[in-house]
């Protein structure tokens, strides 16, 4: 099993639809998690970090469950310029490394 | 200015030629990171460094060296550069094990 799973996608919906993301992780020790957004061969870039008791930004919210070891990304009245791919990552803290998902495609049409 | 600075941005070499790919960062940060990006692969770790003496192998390390000369600097090196190390590749900082990376632009590597 990999250590960070994600969906690749491609997510594909309409302006306006609301839109979810799973990410599971398998290194039950992982205290920090992030979600970054990446644009086609741009650097991927922080969008939120996500915090135990969930949390929002905007369009975006953020959940973690440590029970069942997946956080989640939730997008709202989405727009074309939400098209992007959303990486989770996660983070042991100490001298482990962050781990990072391949990636889920998002496609936002008119 | 940016906080994560990667040059050059993009580079076009021959196979068998020696290059550098150069990070510099103003955050402050003692943690950098090396990794490359080929498409549908996602992010794939080749160096790390936790402070100017630490240097640790990623998962892709072969093909590849580093230099950490200051804590603001990591260098990249391909020593005899090969077709199937064509890429993007990044330099990231961070300020400890439990913050967020943060990414310079981007090197684009095309070897022929």
């Known amino acids: 099993r990999k250590e960070v799973e994600q969906d690749p996608g491609p997510f594909n919906v309409p302006e306006g639809a609301t839109v979810a993301f799973n990410c599971t992780y398998s290194n039950s020790a992982s205290q920090s998690f992030f979600w970054y957004r990446q644009d086609c061969r741009k650097e991927p870039k922080l969008l939120m970090s996500?915090?135990?008791s969930g949390n929002e930004d905007g369009r975006f919210t953020a959940q973690l469950n440590r029970a069942s070891q997946y956080i989640s990304l939730l997008i709202r009245d989405s727009k074309l310029s939400d098209s992007a791919t959303y990486l989770c990552?996660?983070?042991?803290?100490?001298?482990?490394?962050?781990?990072f998902g391949r990636g889920t495609s998002l496609i936002v049409h008119p | 200015d940016a906080d994560v600075t990667q040059t050059p941005r993009n580079r076009i070499t021959k196979t068998g030629k020696r290059i550098m790919l150069e990070c510099s960062q103003t955050k402050g940060h003692d943690r950098m990171y090396w990794y490359r990006q080929d498409p549908g692969l996602g992010l794939q770790l080749i160096y790390y460094s936790f402070d100017v003496k630490d240097i640790n192998k990623g998962e892709i390390s072969d093909g590849y060296s580093v230099s950490r000369q200051a804590q603001a600097k990591f260098s990249l090196s391909l020593e005899s550069a090969i077709p199937n190390q064509t890429a993007l590749y990044f330099c990231?900082?961070?300020?400890?094990?439990?913050?967020?990376?943060?990414f310079g632009d981007g090197t684009r590597l095309s070897i022929l």
């Open positions: 990231a900082t961070s300020v400890d094990g439990t913050q967020p990376q943060h």
């Open positions: 996500v915090y135990s």
């Open positions: 990552v996660v983070k042991a803290g100490g001298s482990y490394i962050p781990t």
